[in-house]
């Protein structure tokens, strides 16, 4: 007789997206037990098998990550995709194979969140981080048919809750998705100047403003350069920028 916590965790994998054979090696039991709670008599998802889902606990006011849930949100905002039409709904955020350390910060950020696996697809020119979670829906509710610019993108009231009180994290995540750090240089009567400065562009006018919104938060300065396109070049509000968002590299 095995507990209702194995059989839980065996369920629980397997609606993340793992094989019965990969939930029955990480369970220590065999395929066929396995196969028996999954496929042949499933039971019902409760709430012991959504423990990591803090929109389905009762303590859904006490998120585990609050900083990792606001990063992950900015990088689904920027380039995320989250499909719900397979039998498992899949949450993909593309990374340019350009800054390993954005792969591997985005899968560190999967896990802490929700996932308990997570994957690594290569493309052309970058790698398509992705985790498999009949739970990604409850936490990321921007999911929807069509681009994100061509739709509205409005935090719930509890995504707001998190944002405001971890702004820092959003951006890290909204410009290691759009944004970049580069040096600037400029020539005035003869003389050429060099200086960092940050720009984030996205069609979304609504993700525009939740940028806005979050360096308004921490009092960093910024102006739009074009419609799509913000710039922060002042040398106070570049270096406040660089302690909350950090390299992608």
Known sequence: MHSPEIRARARQLYLSGSSIADAARSVGLSYRTVWHWCRDRPEPITQGTALR???????????????????????????????????????????????????????????????????????????????????????????????????????????????????????????????????????????QYVYPRYMFTNESIDIMGLCQWALDLLGIAWKMNRRNCLSVARRDAVAALDRHVGPNS
């Open 53 to 191: 889902c803090f929109r389905c606990r009762p303590d859904v006011d006490n998120t585990t990550d609050p900083a990792a849930y606001a990063y992950l949100l900015g990088l689904y905002l920027g380039d995320g995709h989250l499909v719900t039409s397979a039998r498992v709904p899949v949450l993909r955020i593309s990374c340019s194979n350009a800054w390993p350390g954005l792969i591997d910060a985005c899968d560190q950020a999967m896990r802490a969140v929700l996932a308990t696996k997570v994957q690594r697809v290569q493309q052309q020119g970058c790698v398509n981080v992705q985790s498999y979670g009949k739970h990604w829906p409850c936490l990321l509710p921007q999911h929807g048919p069509g681009k994100k610019h061509e739709r509205p993108i409005v935090l719930t009231d509890w995504q707001q809750e998190i944002a405001t009180a971890q702004p820092g994290d959003l951006l890290r995540g909204l410009f290691h998705s759009d944004g970049c750090r580069f040096s600037n240089r400029v020539t005035v009567r003869g003389k």
